[in-house]
């Protein structure tokens, strides 16, 4: 029997390219033919030695192959915690409903388990997989077997930690995307330093524009990589923050709407 790839993995590498795909596209249709003609323009104007103000151009700044990968792994990123944000939301939907549907001022009984359990039972299959009814389920299997408030209440803090962890387990990919990104500016950074240094006896004669050129390359895939890093980082902080207030939600949700009316009779 063939195993299947699960769909975060198959997601994963359709987003990734189709981010290669994209970003590709627009560079070689619009970054580097832009940027291509400006670094003419600005070539023949100081060959013909009049006066003259360099203008920092965008294109010119994300031009390099560094810079490009670097988009390729910003919205491939994003791809990635969109698809997680939406799940979290669509998670958080379920807290505004009364799944259990235990009124103010009633105690549910060992004995009532089967009537509450049924209830999370009858959700649609792709919603009993969330961390609520997950948590219920685990919760009233508990107290219907030990008879125990107490192991209710350890039940339902095990099942989300565990959820927490996952999630952030699950971020992996993202953090390494976030570290790697600054680490290919700097690789850019080498390169133009290399070609920089490889064309100085060029500048002893004279021309500087080789070695302006490559350090350009150095200083653009640098600046660039620092700021979509920040950017991923910061989106990466609200989708944990995002994450962290399901888990919450969902233990204070047991607590107020199910563990305090626990009740066992005295035999």
């Known amino acids: 029997m063939k195993r299947q790839l699960p769909f975060d993995l198959i997601y994963q590498i359709a987003a990734l390219l189709l981010a290669i795909i994209v ?31 360099q203008d920092r151009s965008l294109y010119v700044v994300l031009r390099d ?54 209830a999370v039972q009858a ?10 009814p997950r948590t219920l389920m ?50 850019g950074t080498v390169r133009g330093i290399g070609e920089a240094l490889g064309q100085a006896y060029r500048a002893v004669e004279g021309d500087i524009a080789g070695v302006t050129t490559s350090l ?3 200083f653009n895939s640098t600046f660039t990589a620092l700021v979509i890093s920040i950017i991923i980082m910061f989106l990466m902080h609200q989708l944990q923050l995002l994450q962290e207030r399901l888990v919450l939600d969902t233990q204070t949700y047991c607590d107020q709407r199910l563990l305090r009316h626990l009740q066992v009779r005295d035999r």
Request: charged fraction near 20%; proline fraction near 3%; aromatic fraction near 8%.
């Open 23 to 53: 970003v590709h596209l627009v560079y070689i249709t619009v970054i580097r033919p832009n940027a291509d003609a400006i670094l003419t323009a600005q070539a023949e104007a100081a060959a013909a030695g009049g006066a003259y103000v």
């Open 65 to 118: 192959y560094e810079q490009e990968a670097c988009f390729v792994l910003m919205f491939w990123s994003i791809a990635i915690m969109g698809y997680k944000a939406r799940n979290a939301l669509r998670e958080r939907s379920l807290l505004g409903d009364d799944i259990v549907r235990v009124s103010e001022g009633m105690s549910v009984l060992p004995e009532d388990t089967r009537e509450y359990t049924r």
């Open 123 to 132: 959700l649609p299959p792709e919603s009993q997989n969330f961390l609520l």
């Open 138 to 187: 685990a919760a009233l299997q508990r107290f219907a077997s030990t008879r125990n408030v107490q192991d209710v209440s350890e039940a339902v803090r095990n099942v989300c930690d565990a959820e927490s962890d996952r999630l952030d387990s699950e971020l992996s990919t993202v953090r390494y995307i976030a570290w790697a990104i600054p680490s290919i500016g700097f690789i």
């Open 216 to 218: 350009g390359v150095a």
